[in-house]
Structure formats: C-alpha cells, structure tokens
C-alpha cells in the first residue's frame, strides 16, 4: 500500500521558515516526480514545486519560487519542501503527491498525480 505521510506544518508569523516532510512507504519513486501541492478551502490545489526522485531536477511554483526548496533523501525515502520569507498567503494545506512510474514532466497539474498524503496545515500570520 503506497502511503505518503506530511508532517512540519504549523503556524508561524510572517517572515519565518519551515520545513514539510512528506514520508513515502510502500512503493519506490525512482522512476517519477514527487509534487508538493497547497490548498485552501474553495480553491483548486496549488503547484508549489515538484522533484525528480532520479536526478534530482526541480521546479517551481511562481508564487514561491526563491523561498522554496524541494529536496530528497532516497536512503529514507523521504522530500522536503524548506520554505522561507513566509508570507500569510502561504497559508493552506500542503499535501506531496507522487506522479504515476516513469512520468517525467516537473510542471503538471495536480491531476496527472495519483498518490496523495492527506496533508499538513500551515498557518501564516501578519
């Protein structure tokens, strides 16, 4: 059973930094892209960024790109999401998602993603 478990969020005041860990078990990702999502009630989930598990690679969303930063660590087959200069519309669920075997695209939209955590929540206050 492929589980993906977030946890780290919290509430924060402006200009803090945090870290996300999404925690995978049950399947290897070697071969796709691991995405970190962001909801808030009534609106479609956000791309905040995603990384290739093989390689490396990452991409952002343009609403945090140069505060964010995607990483993984095969050995505990876990990805962060390193967030910093929080502003209080960073506020919302994170959930990381993994994309279907071999799928390579950095920049697709939440629901070409088939495997999702249930989230961790993040509060920003001015």
């Known amino acids: 059973q492929v589980m993906l478990i977030e946890s780290g969020g919290r509430s924060v005041q402006a200009g803090d930094s945090l870290r996300l860990t999404c925690a995978t078990s049950?399947?290897?990702?070697?071969?796709?892209?691991l995405g970190w999502f962001r909801q808030v009630p009534g609106n479609e989930h956000e791309f905040v960024g995603a990384?290739?598990?093989?390689?490396?690679?990452?991409a952002y969303g343009d609403s945090v790109k140069g505060r964010a930063t995607i990483s993984r660590d095969s050995a505990k087959k876990s990805v962060y999401l390193q967030m910093s200069s929080l502003k209080p519309e960073d506020t919302g669920n994170y959930h990381c998602a993994a994309a279907p075997t071999n799928y390579e695209s950095l920049h697709g939209s939440w629901n070409e993603y088939n495997y999702w955590g249930q989230g961790t929540q993040v509060t920003v206050s001015a």
């Open positions: 049950g399947a290897t990702f070697s071969e796709s892209v």
């Open positions: 990384v290739a598990w093989s390689g490396g690679d990452t």
